[in-house]
């Protein structure tokens, strides 16, 4: 079992920025220890804020720090929880429409957003190719030839004919064989007409020249039939006009063919939602109308039309919600870097010479928890006059982190998943059932192989790893080596201790030419933390070392610090920000002392790193 626990407080008042930032919340009983004490002065540099030179990226590289910001002062008032929450109900905020892509086809579908798409082309005056549609979608659910027959005189009234109220963006073929087609039915009905009309006349001429013969009147009323006759042939004629033209309206056009008008309207309805699509749709996406119709929806409306954009802000986001898996890939590396260097999420705090600290502007909320009000992340940055090498060989140092960070009190090494997706566990901690044993090791000799590899390359300095090829494309789903460890916190009474159950893996990003470590909340099945009445919180973060040489091309190496922590109880919120902000203007210079006190260990790897190089030795380097 790997596991190093704190004996007994240090005495420095350093502590090296390893927990997470703390979450603002209210108090609660259940939050409460029993044992008397005073409050944490500092909560194992819970909210650490710094920066220097944004984007410093080879070691060659002079350093050119950009010019101080005035630290912003944090508003009263609280910052909205961010409603990209797959379960808030919150509305979505314009500046994050623009990590979803729309579907053309499922915008149309929607009620709301084919009405809103017609309201955006009725203001740039092209609304008849949409009206045209909704007429062709009516005229494909009618049955019956008669009704089928009577939409397309209906489209045809409208968009087609010479004084038609609308005019359709049409090539001339496609509507020369519309009027075509029209004309041909037209020209049938009107045959079928005359045919009916023919013989209903030839039938009565017929009948009536028998029924005279038969029924011959005397002389004498001869005179007064005849002038009767001509005023009853045109009333009987009337009357059958009438008939025959219902006749054929609802009988004959049974037997009428509509196939080759159909098929000009799909021609004319293709050609027009091509139109739509290519020139149309991406205007309409891009206008002020939609953003302010789609900044009024939640996010689950807009998930049934749109779909988010690949490493964008929102995928971020949703991701923050999978605190689950055991596992990290290279598109969630991907997304933390680049939300640690987007200045649009964060908000200066503080800043002293090479030394910046950032608070999110918006608050994120971690896991499923649908009742969660989400936390604030926290950023810092500062420059070491050492080099990655030694930086990173103290700060992975389990031993160092647990004797100079006066909070942090035990850290176990739970297990590692390889990238292979194998994961040992340390059989003294974690008991396989029967469904996991085909997925699960638990082999002891699996964990002692780990400590004889850290401890063969405790002796060199040489951070030497896998080179993948720098220029092949890697798939953002690679599943990278994964170290899981069990973290726990003291923050001092009347707070309950916080514990983590972490997974963490470390790899060089070639593009900056860094290294990462990146972290996150998991669930470790069969896993029993065995913490009692202490609240299990919930992180993500990262720490980035970055090789750079100073104006006297001596090393050294910029340092960032990315945390985000739910405590999932809760703190005051007064104790949280007067901690965050004594924290941030004291962080370089009591790093400092704990680097300089550590200095004899920076040569080597250390012994036990967490895990954290045999990640990086299975990882390697890739393109972030």
Not at 255 to 277: G, H, P, R, T, W
Not at 331 to 342: E, G, L, P, S
Not at 562 to 588: A, Q
């Amino acid at each position: 079992m790997v596991s190093t626990s704190k004996k007994k407080n240090s005495s420095s008042n350093t502590s090296l920025p390893n927990s997470p930032a703390i979450s603002i919340t209210s108090v609660e009983s259940n939050d409460m220890n029993n044992s008397p004490s005073s409050l944490p002065s500092s909560p194992s540099n819970s909210s650490n804020f710094f920066s220097s030179s944004p984007n410093s990226k080879s070691p060659g590289r002079r350093l050119h720090f950009f010019p101080a910001k005035s630290p912003k002062k944090k508003s009263t008032t609280s910052i909205s929880t961010d409603s990209l929450h797959a379960a808030s109900n919150t509305n979505h905020g314009c500046d994050a429409i623009g990590d979803y892509t729309f579907s053309y086809e499922a915008v149309l579908d929607d009620e709301e957003t084919r009405q809103c798409l017609l309201e955006y082309m009725r203001t740039i005056r092209c609304e008849e190719s949409l009206l045209f549609l909704d007429q062709v979608n009516s005229f494909h659910r009618k049955r019956s030839t008669a009704n089928r027959w009577s939409m397309i005189q209906s489209i045809f009234e409208q968009f087609f004919c010479e004084h038609s109220k609308y005019e359709l963006n049409l090539p001339q073929r496609v509507k020369d064989m519309m009027i075509h087609t029209y004309s041909d039915v037209v020209e049938e009905i009107a045959h079928r007409k005359r045919m009916n009309l023919d013989e209903d006349t030839n039938s009565s001429s017929n009948s009536r020249s028998s029924l005279e013969q038969a029924n011959q009147p005397p002389p004498q009323q001869q005179v007064k039939q005849n002038k009767n006759k001509n005023n009853n042939e045109k009333s009987n004629n009337n009357n059958r006009n009438s008939k025959d033209d219902l006749d054929v309206s609802l009988g004959s056009l049974d037997y009428i063919d509509l196939s080759d008008c159909e098929e000009a309207l799909k021609k004319a309805e293709s050609y027009i939602l091509i139109n739509l699509k290519e020139y149309v749709f991406p205007k309409f996406v891009g206008s002020d109308h939609f953003q302010g119709f789609i900044s009024t929806k939640s996010k689950t409306f807009i998930n049934t039309i749109g779909t988010v954009k690949a490493l964008s802000h929102s995928c971020f986001v949703e991701s923050l919600m999978d605190m689950r898996r055991c596992e990290i890939n290279v598109d969630q590396v991907r997304m933390i870097k680049k939300h640690v260097f987007d200045t649009r999420y964060w908000d200066c705090i503080y800043q002293k010479e090479t030394s910046y600290g950032f608070i999110s502007s918006k608050k994120y909320i971690l896991g499923e928890d649908d009742h969660a009000k989400g936390v604030y992340f926290a950023k810092c940055e500062v420059i070491f006059p050492y080099s990655a090498d030694q930086i990173m060989n103290i700060m992975t140092n389990t031993k160092n982190r647990i004797e100079h960070d006066k909070n942090l009190e035990d850290i176990k090494r739970i297990g590692y998943r390889n990238k292979s997706g194998t994961t040992n566990f340390n059989p003294n901690l974690v008991h396989s059932s029967d469904e996991d044993e085909d997925t699960l090791s638990s082999t002891s000799s699996a964990m002692s192989d780990l400590h004889d590899t850290a401890s063969s390359r405790s002796h060199t300095s040489n951070h030497s790893h896998q080179q993948t090829n720098h220029h092949s494309p890697i798939s953002g789903k690679t599943k990278l080596a994964t170290t899981l460890t069990h973290e726990r916190y003291k923050l001092g009474w009347p707070i309950k201790s916080r514990y983590y159950l972490l997974a963490q893996s470390m790899v060089h990003d070639t593009t900056d030419n860094m290294y990462i470590i990146a972290k996150k909340s998991c669930r470790i099945p069969n896993y029993d933390p065995d913490e009692g009445t202490n609240i299990e919180a919930i992180n993500i973060g990262c720490w980035m070392f970055q090789p750079l040489l100073d104006e006297n091309q001596k090393p050294c190496c910029k340092y960032i610090q990315f945390v985000g922590t739910d405590l999932r109880g809760n703190i005051p919120t007064f104790i949280i920000e007067k901690i965050v902000r004594k924290r941030t203007s004291n962080f370089y210079k009591s790093t400092m002392k704990m680097i300089k006190a550590c200095e004899e260990e920076s040569t080597t790897r250390p012994f036990d790193s967490s895990g954290y190089f045999d990640t990086l030795d299975e990882n390697g380097s890739m393109a972030l």
